[in-house]
């Protein structure tokens, strides 16, 4: 495998036609970079631009793959230890909205957990599912979701269609996942894994295992979150012995994603996956020492504190100590320290290291947070969200007629948007779902509090999307 991973058939393509076309009479219009604007041009260099193509001689075409594209494909899936690899260029978004797609019926029923990213719930949308939520377990001291509570999960699977998992975390935690992946299976279904965070962990040992290896029927990676590749550039991938048929899946693929798919995107994906399957290990395995140090020096300073993460690279940081919160904490740190963290949350900050990182970035990180100024007191943790009330398929309420009113006037309507506050991040309300009392006072707690809402169309959420009734 390792002599045929040297190869990167598309982006080796691309190069070679940049080369050998005289008159590119076809789009895109800026004629490999001849009509871009100037400082477009020079920004970006003369390279990047000559390579930004479509499907032209020699070029395949990725939604029916027979020439380089389909070679890059098998190597992507040799080299990830998938049955079929596809590349995508929506982003894991794009994945997950098609793995989802192929695996179920209009009506059907899926196991979803709670915690699962916006991108699922949008995939129950566009397919009109019906979600069953599986409740998930919580770090009480960070109020951060771990993973799918596994007798719910058992009890969501009955006549379900499929199930969802969300490999690893956000904040990389990685627990119960084969277990999870072992009742999906017991019950005959499908498991559909979100390893958006996880595409470098076929690559070094001491990373939690790729679900391709736990078994998982369709697995969606964003390779451009730790692999390396541009920004939107995923894949999806099918296991060995996939319950999921290639053909419909690539129906589905050609649904969600765009007719003119970026070559600059899938060549990332080319040549990211060469680094990985050549030089993934020793990459990984610097980024896993700095990792190491990196634990050991913010463990030591004061208030500070690592939490244990199954992907060590993962620097979640428990600010409680130093008296303040993960949102004023990153803010200060990059006002005053040019330090930008992935995340914070009330209680914590997330840093997340890769193989691009150096003993640089560690200690500015480090000389950030010896001079993080200390808080008034330890913020006041949320409650566990409220458990929903589902009346509506997603997908009805969303799409039905709706209408915003005052939170006061909300009790007993149908929620027609999600609001997801972060921490915890996961859905106090989805579309379909009814806004009890509960649900209102939880909402407005975290109004007042200030927490970051993601989705409702009101930030403030001095309103919400009801169904119009
Ligand atoms: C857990 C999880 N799943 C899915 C996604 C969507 O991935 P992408 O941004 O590649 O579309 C994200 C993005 O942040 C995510 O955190």
């Known amino acids: ?181 072992g009742l999906i299976h017991r019950a005959g279904l499908p498991a559909l894994v979100d390893e958006a965070h996880g595409a470098h962990f076929p690559f070094h040992p001491a990373l939690p295992p790729s679900t391709l290896s736990l078994g998982a029927d369709g697995v969606v990676q964003s390779l451009h979150k730790t692999g390396g590749s541009l920004t939107q550039s995923s894949l999806c991938h099918l296991g060995h012995g996939s319950r999921i048929l290639p053909e419909r899946l690539q129906e589905m693929l050609r649904l969600v994603q765009s007719t ?69 904490a990153a803010d200060w740190l990059w006002e005053e320290a040019g330090v930008a963290v992935e995340a914070a949350g009330l209680t914590y900050l997330l840093a997340v290291l890769s193989p691009g990182d150096s003993r640089e970035q560690l200690d500015a990180l480090i000389a950030g947070l010896e001079r993080l100024p200390a808080g008034e007191g330890a913020p006041v943790l949320p409650p566990e969200p409220p458990w929903p009330e589902v009346i509506l398929p997603p997908r009805e309420a969303y799409l039905a007629r709706k209408e915003p009113v005052p939170l006061g006037r909300a009790e007993g309507r149908i929620a027609a948007e999600l609001v997801a506050p972060y921490p915890p991040g996961i859905p106090v309300v989805a579309p379909g779902e009814r806004l009890t009392a509960d649900v209102l006072d939880y909402l407005r707690h975290a109004a007042r509090a200030g927490w970051h809402l993601q989705g409702p169309a009101d930030p403030q959420l001095r309103s919400i999307q009801v169904v119009e009734e």
């Open 1 to 181: 495998m390792a002599q045929d991973q040297e190869r990167t058939p598309l982006f080796t393509a691309l190069t070679e036609y940049a080369a050998r076309v005289r008159a590119p009479l076809h789009v895109p219009g800026h004629k490999l970079g001849r009509a871009a604007p100037p400082e477009w041009r020079d920004f970006l260099g003369p390279s990047a631009l000559a390579i930004d193509l479509t499907e032209a001689p020699g070029l395949d075409d990725l939604h029916a793959p027979e020439g380089v594209i389909a070679e890059a494909q098998e190597l992507a899936a040799a080299a990830f230890g998938a049955w079929r690899s596809y590349f995508l260029v929506g982003g894991t978004t794009a994945g997950l909205h098609a793995l989802i797609l192929a695996a179920c019926r209009p009506g059907e029923t899926i196991a979803v957990p709670r915690n699962a990213h916006r991108s699922v719930l949008g995939a129950l949308i566009l397919a009109g599912l019906r979600p069953r939520w599986v409740r998930v377990t919580f770090d009480a001291e960070l109020g951060i979701a771990t993973g799918p509570d596994l007798a719910s999960l058992s009890a969501a699977l009955p006549g379900a269609a499929a199930a969802v998992l969300v490999h690893p975390t956000y904040y990389g935690i990685a627990a119960d996942t084969a277990a999870a992946i």
């Open 260 to 328: 003119s798919p970026s070559y600059l995107l899938m060549a990332s994906l080319d040549l990211a996956r060469r680094e990985l399957a050549l030089r993934g290990r020793e990459a990984w395995e610097r980024a896993l020492e700095l990792a190491h140090e990196a634990r050991r020096r913010i463990d030591a300073l004061p208030g500070l504190r690592v939490r244990p993460t199954d992907d060590p690279t993962k620097l979640l940081i428990d600010v409680r100590g130093r008296g303040t919160t993960g949102f004023r």
